[in-house]
């Protein structure tokens, strides 16, 4: 019961369209353990051979939802499944975006450690250091200016 609980919130926050019906059940299982943080079930999918870049309906993949939540043990066993922290989901977000955004200094660190594009911009032009400039996490904006961050595409950081 406090599972159903707990998935219910997670798609209230996230959105119903996450676990959509044109997934197949192995990417609906794994984007549901990356929320949930569960690695061992994590482990067990990719192990089937899901792909650990396989996203929902929004583009969305289980790394990007766990840069978002902060999971670095999630996030450590998708990076060494494969998954690509460069993919972009449908609004042309990073995983480093996703974790910029929110302070996850250590996911942030993580994701550099594999050579993500630190100036990658979204659809609406914001990179990571500007998301991290603008939730006010200052070890992340600094830690992105040393790797040669931009706050937006084309503008230096200060």
Known sequence: MRRLGLTALLLLFFGAGCLAAEQTPQTQALIAAAMLGEVERINDLLAQGVDANSTNQSGR???????????QKTVKALLAAGADPNLADGRGVTSVMEAS?????EIVRLLLLRGVEVNAADKAGNTAL???NR????EVSALLTEMGAKESEGQAAE
């Open 130 to 132: 500007g998301l991290a």
């Open 135 to 138: 939730g006010k996490h200052a």
């Open 101 to 105: 955004a929110f302070g996850h200094l």
């Open 61 to 71: 993949s289980a790394l990007h939802i766990a840069a978002f939540n902060g999971n």
